[in-house]
């Protein structure tokens, strides 16, 4: 976090230490970290192996059921279904790219 905000200069938006989370928002970019073992968590990942992300891409969608049925009739394999996250008041489902890199979609409720 540290190098993010006093070296880039980016303001903090939200920081919550239990969360292990921090949001960046300087109005045109985000950057959201998450720790490694938060969001092995949140995906329901183990931290073995080399499958177990370093990032993750998030996409702010209208609709995650919709995005998500659309998605899949066009052969996306999910991570995990799309569930609320009380916490962070949003919907969110995860999938990963032919890199393995993961993808969320998520809408705010």
């Known amino acids: 976090m540290k190098f993010y905000n006093d070296f880039l200069g ?3 938006s939200w920081y919550e230490e ?6 960046f928002n300087n109005g045109e ?10 969001m ?3 995906v329901g990942e183990e931290l073995e192996g080399e499958a177990h992300s370093r990032f993750l891409l998030q996409f702010e969608v209208e ?11 066009n052969g996306i394999e ?3 279904k799309p569930h609320d ?6 919907r969110m489902a995860h999938f990963r790219d032919p890199d393995q890199n993961l993808i969320e979609i998520y ?3």
């Open 10 to 12: 980016l303001p903090i």
């Open 18 to 23: 239990k969360l292990e989370y921090a949001l």
């Open 29 to 38: 970019t985000k950057i959201e970290l998450f720790s490694r073992n938060k």
């Open 40 to 42: 092995a968590e949140v």
């Open 63 to 73: 609709d995650v059921d919709q995005t998500y049925n659309d998605l899949k009739e």
């Open 78 to 80: 999910f991570v995990n």
């Open 85 to 90: 996250r009380k916490e962070w008041r949003a």
């Open 107 to 109: 809408q705010m409720l």
